[in-house]
């Protein structure tokens, strides 16, 4: 009991780069008697180093007594589109691979990552979201790729 109430204190503590911006939707999917109903939710996350890159993540979330108290693991049900909002140029500096964003699906262990690649050949931005849960030796994921504009 006394480590759980340590790690939640911890866990409140610890920076969260990248957190959603927007909430743009809420879809019901599933009636729960008890507590809120399992959904589809959709979060936009800016790209914090890229101007003019925007990243909607849609994901299932678990409702019920156990989603409402946020005890609940959601499922890695989840997809990724990321779309130039205005012109798009690669500052300087930017490391070639990184992660821009989070999402907390469990209380504890689990987490959908959005990490940004830079290819330097085809002049794109590779964005990509990841379940840290493994499933089957190997984790969920979505991609997603916008272009950079020509100098």
Same mark, same amino acid.
């Given at each position: 009991?006394?480590?759980?109430? *340590?790690? +939640?204190? &911890?866990?409140?503590?610890?920076?969260?780069?990248?957190?959603?911006?927007? %909430?743009?939707?809420?879809?019901?999917?599933?009636?729960?008697? +008890?507590?809120?109903?399992?959904?589809?939710?959709?979060?936009?996350?800016?790209?914090? %180093?890229? &101007?003019?890159?925007?990243?909607? *993540?849609?994901?299932?979330?678990?409702?019920?007594?156990?989603? =409402? +108290?946020?005890?609940?693991?959601?499922?890695?049900?989840?997809?990724?589109?990321?779309?130039?909002? =205005?012109?798009?140029?690669?500052?300087? =500096?930017?490391?070639?691979?990184?992660?821009? =964003?989070?999402?907390?699906?469990?209380?504890?262990?689990?987490?959908?990552?959005?990490?940004?690649?830079?290819?330097?050949?085809?002049?794109? *931005?590779?964005?990509?979201?990841?379940?840290?849960? +493994?499933?089957?030796?190997?984790?969920?994921?979505?991609?997603?790729?916008?272009?950079?504009?020509?100098?």
């Amino acid at each position: 009991m006394r480590f759980t109430i *340590l790690a +939640l204190a &911890a866990a409140a503590l610890l920076p969260t780069p990248g957190q959603a911006q927007s %909430r743009i939707d809420e879809i019901s999917v599933a009636f729960r008697w +008890l507590g809120p109903n399992d959904k589809i939710v959709v979060d936009r996350y800016d790209d914090p %180093r890229v &101007a003019n890159v925007s990243c909607y *993540l849609s994901r299932a979330e678990t409702g019920g007594v156990k989603g =409402g +108290l946020g005890l609940a693991e959601d499922p890695s049900r989840f997809s990724v589109a990321c779309r130039s909002t =205005g012109p798009v140029t690669v500052p300087a =500096g930017l490391p070639k691979r990184e992660t821009i =964003g989070f999402a907390q699906a469990s209380i504890f262990f689990k987490s959908f990552q959005i990490h940004r690649s830079f290819d330097q050949e085809k002049n794109v *931005l590779v964005y990509t979201v990841v379940s840290t849960k +493994l499933i089957n030796g190997s984790p969920f994921n979505s991609i997603s790729v916008v272009p950079v504009n020509a100098h």
